[in-house]
């Protein structure tokens, strides 16, 4: 099993920046072939924030592109997401996602708790 630990949600003003990190703590030879972010909020159903495979392609929402970008740091099981010029319907709990393969072959799938991200003046 993959467990995630996520960090860097917080309270930011309008149009400032985060940044979210997520890191997978992988026991056996997992091989985690997507990596990314969901968000969630108040009253309304997971969304898509972005995504990136092991080899590098990228995936993101509509309303955030152009404003965020999602990373990895694959040898240290880690992916990152800059959030640009913040606006204030950002604001929800940012969950931590990874598809993974397990070493007895098994499609598998891990969500961190979520981090609280707010905008607001």
């Known amino acids: 099993q993959v467990q995630l630990v996520e960090s860097g949600g917080g309270l930011v003003q309008p149009g400032g920046s985060l940044r979210l990190s997520c890191t997978a703590s992988?026991?056996?030879?997992?091989?985690?072939?997507?990596m990314g972010w969901y968000r969630q909020a108040p009253g309304k159903q997971r969304e898509l924030v972005a995504t990136?495979?092991?080899?590098?392609?990228?995936n993101y929402g509509d309303s955030v592109k152009g404003r965020f970008t999602v990373s990895r740091d694959n040898p240290q099981n880690t992916v990152h997401l800059q959030m640009n010029n913040l606006k204030p319907e950002d604001t929800a709990v940012y969950y931590c996602?990874?598809?993974?393969?397990?070493?007895?072959?098994?499609?598998?799938?891990?969500w961190g708790d979520g981090t609280l991200v707010s905008v607001s003046s």
């Open positions: 990136a495979t092991v080899d590098g392609t990228t």
């Open positions: 996602n990874v598809l993974y393969t397990s070493d007895y072959g098994a499609s598998l799938e891990s």
């Open positions: 992988v026991i056996r030879r997992f091989i985690l072939n997507r």
